[in-house]
């Protein structure tokens, strides 16, 4: 079965940037779109990233997306940190058969 | 813009049943495939399950396979999760969504005695 890791959790100062990664177990991540949700205690995720390094609208420019073949990997970068990017950031990609995967979520503490 | 509202969730006891539905509206409905996500409470999301658009393809995750089904009306631009034999371990919030990445808000269901 096809899984997405992540780290626990990562941590950083205001202002700075960071780097949540997502491996795929097996088969290239480049395959198939990365998509990465932000998830704030007690709300519903939302999209920050779709198709690998898309931004909906709304998701400032701080956010972005990237694909790394040789590590079979894709990576969410933030960019001049907030306290407001506190929160839980999950991967999700798709297996051989369309279905969705999750990776096992980030905890980003902005400190 | 694209929406979707799920309904349906409370508590049920062990053994009980519930039928989650969810709303979709902004787009066209019957060309998308459709999900079932849920969230136990301090944990990770977890797929359940997957209906294609025309819905005689369904797939489930191994959890609630036998247990659970999914359906659609394309007419009413509905889904829909029938829950039988709840679990313990089936409390979550359960989310439909949508590729790329649209999802709604959320229905909570809590099986306890």
């Known amino acids: 079965n096809f899984m997405l890791t992540q780290p626990h959790s990562v941590s950083e100062s205001p202002g700075k940037t960071v780097t949540i990664s997502c491996t795929g177990s097996?088969?290239?991540?480049?395959?198939?779109?990365v998509q990465w949700y932000q998830q704030r205690p007690g709300s519903a995720p939302t999209t920050v990233i779709y198709?690998?390094?898309?931004?909906p609208s709304g998701v400032p420019d701080r956010f972005s997306g990237s694909i790394d073949s040789s590590s079979n990997s894709a990576s969410l970068s933030i960019s001049g940190l907030k306290t407001e990017d506190e929160a839980d950031y999950y991967c999700?990609?798709?297996?051989?058969?369309?279905?969705?995967?999750f990776g096992g979520g980030t905890k980003l503490t902005v400190l | 813009q694209v929406q979707m509202v799920e309904s349906g969730g409370g508590l049920v006891k062990p053994g009980g049943s519930l039928r989650l539905s969810c709303a979709a509206s902004?787009?066209?409905?019957?060309?998308?495939?459709m999900i079932w996500i849920r969230q136990a409470p301090g944990k990770g999301l977890e797929w359940v399950s997957h209906?294609?658009?025309?819905?005689?393809?369904?797939y489930y995750a191994d959890s609630v396979k036998g247990r659970f089904t999914i359906s659609r009306d394309n007419a009413k631009k509905s889904l829909y999760l029938q829950m039988n034999g709840l679990r313990v371990e089936d409390t979550a919030v359960y989310y439909c969504?949508?590729?790329?990445?649209?999802w709604g808000q959320g229905t909570l269901v809590t099986v306890s005695s």
């Open positions: 198709e690998d390094n898309q931004r």
């Open positions: 209906i294609s658009s025309s819905g005689t393809t369904k």
């Open positions: 999700q990609s798709y297996d051989n058969s369309n279905l969705w995967v």
């Open positions: 969504a949508r590729k790329p990445g649209y």
């Open positions: 902004g787009f066209t409905f019957s060309d998308y495939y």
């Open positions: 097996s088969g290239s991540i480049a395959s198939n779109y």
